[in-house]
Structure formats: structure tokens, C-alpha cells
Antibody, heavy 121, light 106 residues
């Protein structure tokens, strides 16, 4: 069974840095692209970005690129999301997801339950 | 980037109804489209990818169709457990989610 478990969320002050983790199990982690999506309270889904199997290629949402860094540790079956200069509009649930590459791009087929990040003083 | 619109934003229907949800892209996306179901308080769940292909375990009452810029998710006979918000995603030329259609029981 594919399982993705996010951690590292919580309350953070504006302007600070936060790093989320996603522990993967139930599949061969280093065979898949992985990525992140966020959802502000009561809002829709926003694609953040993805990283390839070898941690060498990243694709980001152009409107968010300067805020986020995605990385992975294949030895630990773990995906990371680094967020900088956090603002109130970054308050959201952050989902880790496994990507399937097909055709011109990739989509997420399995998702974690998400972790809440609240940016407030 | 491709822009995505979904209609309607809210749909009320009765158990047993056939319902159709629409997703429209700002340009051709060549069937690079997926549909997700998100129930309240849960993570999104993949239903369909590549416009028509089923994710394993998805009930056969769900189906996808479309081409070019216009795509549809249909539920042949609405069940109470189908109450959710449905998002489409294009993965052609970047990844963009639609704003969603909230499906409720009448």
C-alpha cells in the first residue's frame, strides 16, 4: 500500500523559514518523481512543484518559484519542502504526492493526508 | 500557462441522477487532463487521468471524456458517497488545477 506521511507543520511567524518532510512507504520511492501541492483554507488546489528520481531536476510553479525548494533523500525514502520568508498567504494544508509521468507532463496519483502550516504572529 | 475553468461551481443533484461536470482549458491540452475527488477534510483522490483512463478501484459509474479544450467528468448514477468537490488538472505545459465543482445532494 502506498503511504505518504507529511510532518513538520505548525504555527510559524511571518518572515520565518520552515521545512516539511514526507515519509514514503509501500512503493519503490526512487522510481518516481515526487511533488507538493497546497490548499489554503476553503480554497482550491495549487501545484507547487516536483522533483525527479535523482534529485537533479525540479519543476516549480512559476508564480511560487522563489519561495520553495523541493528535495529528496532516496536513502531515507523522504521528500522535503523548504519554505522561506513565510507570509500569511502561505497558510495552507501542504500535501505530498507521488507523480506519474505521462505524455507531456506528470500528474499526482497518490497523496498524503496533508500537514497544516499557519503563518501568524 | 494554460488557464482552467470549471462549471458549474456548485451542482445540486439527487441520488440516481446522471451528472456532468465541465472543465475548459484556455488552449488545446491534448487529453493531458486528470480528475480528482476531494471529500470534506480529506486529501484529493485521483479518479481519472489522460482524460479517460481509470485509476484502479474507482467505481465504473465515473467516466471521463473530451478533447481539445473541453473535458467532462460524468457520474452515471449519483450516490451519497459522491458528495465532494471535484477538481480537474491539466499537465500539459505545466500543471494547473481548475477551481473546482462542489457537488451536493438535492
Amino acid at each position: 500500500e502506498v503511504k505518504l506521511v507529511e510532518s513538520g507543520g505548525g504555527l510559524v511567524q511571518p518572515g520565518r523559514f520552515l521545512k516539511l518532510s514526507c515519509a514514503a512507504s509501500g512503493f519503490s520511492f526512487n522510481d518516481y518523481w515526487m511533488g507538493w501541492v497546497r490548499q489554503a483554507p476553503g480554497k482550491g488546489l495549487e501545484w507547487i512543484g516536483e522533483v525527479n528520481q535523482g534529485n537533479s531536476t525540479r519543476n516549480y510553479n512559476p508564480s511560487l518559484k522563489e519561495k520553495f525548494t523541493i528535495s529528496r533523500d532516496n536513502a531515507q525514502n523522504t521528500l522535503y519542502l523548504q519554505m522561506t520568508n513565510l507570509r500569511s498567504e502561505d497558510t495552507a494544508i501542504y500535501y505530498c504526492a507521488r507523480a506519474r509521468v505521462l505524455g507531456y507532463g506528470s500528474f499526482f496519483d497518490y497523496w498524503g493526508q496533508g500537514v497544516m502550516v499557519t503563518v501568524s504572529s | 500557462d494554460v488557464q482552467i475553468t470549471q462549471s458549474p461551481s456548485l451542482l445540486s443533484a439527487s441520488v440516481g441522477d446522471r451528472v456532468t461536470l465541465s472543465c475548459k482549458a484556455s488552449r488545446y491540452i491534448y487529453n493531458n487532463l486528470a480528475w480528482y475527488q476531494q471529500k470534506l477534510g480529506e486529501a484529493p483522490k485521483l479518479l481519472i487521468y489522460n482524460t479517460v483512463s481509470f485509476q484502479p478501484g474507482i467505481p465504473s459509474r465515473f467516466s471521463g471524456s473530451g478533447s481539445g479544450t473541453d473535458y467532462t467528468l460524468a457520474i452515471s448514477s449519483l450516490q451519497p458517497e459522491d458528495v465532494a468537490t471535484y477538481f480537474c488538472l491539466t499537465y500539459y505545459s505545466g500543471n494547473t488545477f481548475g477551481p473546482g465543482t462542489k457537488l451536493e445532494l438535492k
